[in-house]
DNA sequence: GACGACATACCAACCGGTCGGTACTTTTTG
DNA sequence: CAAAAAGTACCGACCGGTTGGTATGTCGTC
C-alpha cells in the first residue's frame, strides 16, 4: 500500500536525526531531551522508551553517526583511482567538497560531542573514539601502499598517518566555527593534501586546491 | 605583612582559574554557575557581582585565556634559533612538550568553548576566535620569512600556514580526549613538523620526533 | 557616609527522568 | 480458530532537584 517506504519513520530514527543535527549545533549539553522531542516531533515518553536515559541517547547517536557516514564514503567516488596516492587525494578533495552550507551540515557530530563527554560519560566516549577511528582506519591500507610504493624506507606510519588526517580535519572544523568561515576549514584541507603529495614525492600536479589558492591571492591582490 | 603578594586572590581571579580548569575538563554548558562558586570558593553573589551573566564570564575566560597563554608563549624558550624554520621547528617541539599530565591541563580552553558557542553565544564564539587567531598572528612572522628564505616562489600564505598549525593542534587534543591517549596529540603535531620540513626542504636533521618514532616502531616489533 | 566587594536568601523556569495509561500487534493457549 | 494474555510503541502529566539570575543585607575602606 505505502508507495514511499521511507516515509514511514518511527520516533527512534526522528530523534536520531533530530539529534544529529541539534548536538552538532547547540552541543550536547546544551541540548536538552524536550529540545531533542520538540525538533523530532514526538513526546518524552518516546524518547525514555527507546532511551534509558540522555547519555544513552548520545551513545546511540554516536553509533548511529558511523553507519551514516561509513555509508556515504563507501559510495563515495575516490576509491576509483588505480594509485593509492591518487584515491587519498581523491578522498581530501572529496571532504573538501563536503564543505558547503551551514555549519552544523557538514561538521562532526562525534568531534563536537567528545569534547564535552570525554571526561563524564565513558560511553559516549568511547563510541566517538569508535566513530573517528574506525573511519580512519578505511585509510590504513591505501596509506600503507603509498608509503610502500613512494617512501618505502621511510619512518612514516600508516595508522598515526590515518589518524592525522581525522586530526586535521577536526581541527579545521573548529576554526570554522570559531571565524564564521568555512574556507579556513577549506584551506586547512588544502595544507593536509600537500603534506601528503610532499611526503610522496610526486611532483604536484596542480590539483584545484592550489589553483583555487592562487585565484583567491589575484582577487586579493587588487 | 603579606610576604607574598600572590596569595591575596580577589573573587574574580579565583573564578576565572576555576573556569580554566572545569570548562576544559566538562566544556562551558555542563559547567554550572554554582560549580564554578564551588571550586572557586565563593558565593553566587560574589559571581553575579563580578559578571553579569554566565556568558559574560565565558567572554572573560576566553580573554583570561589570551593573557595566560600569551605570556607563556612570551617567555617560551622557542624564540632563540637565529633561523626562522628553526624557531617555528622549536615552537612545535615546545607546543609538544606542553603535553603532559591530564587532558583538562594542557588542552585549550577556546578551542572546547567554541565548539558549543558558535551558534547560540557570538560573544564567545568571537572572544575565542581572538584567542587562536592572535596566537597565530605569532607564528606569522617567522613563517613569512621561511616562505621568503626556502620557498620563494610557491604559492604558500603565511597567515593561512599559521592558522593551520592551529587546526592541527586542535584537531590533536580531539584525538586525544577521544582515544584518552595524549600520545596520538603528540603524534599528530610530528606530523605538522614534517610537513614543515618538506615545506621549507631542509634535510632532516633527526628531531626528537623522529627518534621516539622510531624507538616506539623497535618497541612494538617485538 | 558612600562605595566596592562580597554573602545570604530566594525565585521562576527548566532539567532529566518516572509513571500510569492507551492503542495496537504478536504470541499463547484452551 | 478465537479468546486471552503478553509485549511493543507511544503519550503526556507530573516530580524533585538544579539552573541562571535577583534582591537585599553586611562589612571594611577611602
Redesign the pocket.
Known sequence: MNASPTIKR???SKILDAALHLIRAQGF?A?????LCKQAG?????????F????ELGVAAANYWSEVTSALFRSAPYHAPKDPLARILAYLDFRKGLIVGDLPDFTCLVGTMVQETYDSAPAIRDACYASISGHAQTLEADIEACIHKYAANSELNAPSLALHTQAVIQGAFILAKASGRSQLAADSIDHLRRYFELLFAKPRTAPAAVKQERARRVKRSH
Chains 1, 2 share one sequence.
Open positions: 518511527d520516533a527512534r549539553a541540548t536538552s531531551v524536550d529540545d514526538v513526546t518524552k515518553g518516546a524518547f525514555f522508551h527507546h534509558k536515559s540522555k547519555d
